[in-house]
C-alpha cells in the first residue's frame, strides 16, 4: 500500500517554528524528487519546495525563500520541511508530494506532475 503520511503540524505563534516529516512506504522514494505543497482555507494548491532526489539542490517558493527548508533522508524514506519564522499568512494544509520523473534534477512547481500525494497536515499560525 502506497503511503505518504506527513506529521508535525500544529498551532505556532507568528515567528514560530515547526517541522514537518513525511514518511512514505510502499513506493520507491530514493529516486525520485519530492515536494511540498500547501493549500489555504478558500485558496488554490500552490508549491512550497521541492527537493532533488539526491538532496544536492532544493527549490523554494519565493514566499517561503529564506524562512523554509527542505531537506530529505534517504536511508528513512522521510522528507523534511523546516518552517522558521513563521507568518499567519502561513497556515494551511501542508501535503508531500513524490515527483512523477525519476532520477530527474529539474523542479517541478505544478502540482500535475506529482503522482502521490500525503493526506495533508494542518498549519495555523496565530498572530
Known amino acids: 500500500q502506497v503511503q505518504l503520511v506527513e506529521s508535525g503540524g500544529g498551532l505556532v505563534r507568528a515567528g514560530g517554528s515547526l517541522r514537518l516529516s513525511c514518511a512514505a512506504s510502499?513506493?520507491?522514494?530514493?529516486?525520485?524528487?519530492m515536494g511540498w505543497f500547501r493549500q489555504a482555507q478558500g485558496k488554490e494548491r500552490e508549491f512550497v519546495a521541492a527537493?532533488?532526489?539526491?538532496?544536492?539542490?532544493?527549490y523554494y517558493a519565493d514566499s517561503v525563500k529564506g524562512r523554509f527548508t527542505i531537506s530529505r533522508d534517504n536511508a528513512k524514506n522521510t522528507v523534511y520541511l523546516q518552517m522558521n519564522s513563521l507568518k499567519p499568512e502561513d497556515t494551511a494544509v501542508y501535503y508531500c508530494?513524490?515527483?512523477?520523473?525519476?532520477?530527474?534534477?529539474?523542479?517541478?512547481?505544478?502540482?500535475?506532475?506529482?503522482?502521490?500525494w500525503g493526506q495533508g497536515t494542518q498549519v495555523t499560525v496565530s498572530s
Open positions: 508530494a513524490r515527483d512523477s520523473y525519476i532520477y530527474s534534477n529539474v523542479p517541478h512547481y505544478e502540482g500535475t506532475e506529482y503522482n502521490y
Open positions: 527537493i532533488t532526489w539526491s538532496g544536492g539542490s532544493t
Open positions: 510502499g513506493l520507491t522514494f530514493r529516486t525520485y524528487p
